[in-house]
């Protein structure tokens, strides 16, 4: 069965500051993970994601994260935050069942930015 | 290009009445998702279409959830006699096959009274 664990439902930063938003994930399967981000009223927006080689994965909006098989672990990271960065933000992993790769989401981060 | 498009955006339903969302694809996607997010909670699955074959519908919480894609494009949610618990947003996604990135829709927020 596939699950994510994500730590911390309220993350602040000051503006310019670090990101780190923390995903852990359980599967029975070698994972495809995805960190999406949702603004308010919006739908989900994909971010990045992992499916297989190089583990560390870059995405938009200067987002990166890393595949870490050995700690079951796919952290989300920015160098510098931004005021547009505050929103939810969800890490998920796939069954790839029926080939498809439904996705299993963990409950949210949502990330304050303060000025 | 025009992205995934749900109707109605916002649904009010009294206890019992009968609700159907819609939901329109991208044009051309194969796959397309249905997940219900609750308040405060991550989107959960609720069934899967590859064209108008349902091929997954492990996610339904009860039987008073049916889904369909009769012409493998637009699909309906339909919940029958909703209950409170089936309070929530209810998310579409498409994508071109169904292991591409999954594009969302904005939702519909029910809100059973």
């Known amino acids: 069965a596939q699950s994510v664990t994500q730590l911390g439902s309220h993350v602040s930063v000051s503006e310019g500051a670090l990101v780190l938003l923390r995903c852990n994930y359980s599967s029975s399967v070698p994972p495809y993970l995805f960190w999406y981000v949702q603004y308010p009223n919006q739908g989900l927006q994909l971010l990045l994601k992992y499916t297989t080689g190089a583990t560390l994965v870059k995405g938009i909006n200067g987002f990166e994260a890393e595949f870490k098989k050995s700690e079951t672990s796919f952290h989300l990271t920015k160098p510098s935050a931004h005021m547009s960065d505050a929103a939810e933000y969800f890490c998920a992993v796939s069954d790839n069942a029926y080939g498809a790769n439904n996705l299993f989401f963990g409950t949210g981060t949502r990330l304050t930015v303060i000025p | 290009g025009a992205g995934v498009s749900q109707s109605p955006r916002y649904k009010v339903a009294k206890r019992g009445q009968d609700v159907a969302l819609r939901c329109d694809p991208i044009?051309?996607?194969?796959?397309l998702f249905w997940y219900q997010q609750a308040l405060g909670q991550g989107p959960e699955f609720l069934t899967y279409f590859q064209n108008e074959a349902q091929l997954d519908k492990s996610g339904l919480p009860s039987d008073r959830f049916f889904a369909e894609r009769p012409e493998g494009s637009v699909s309906t949610l339909k919940i029958q006699r909703t209950q409170q618990e089936d309070s929530a947003v209810y998310l579409c996604a498409s994508s071109p096959s169904g292991k591409d990135e999954q594009f969302f829709g904005p939702g519909t927020r029910l809100t059973v009274l």
């Open positions: 044009s051309g996607h194969v796959s």
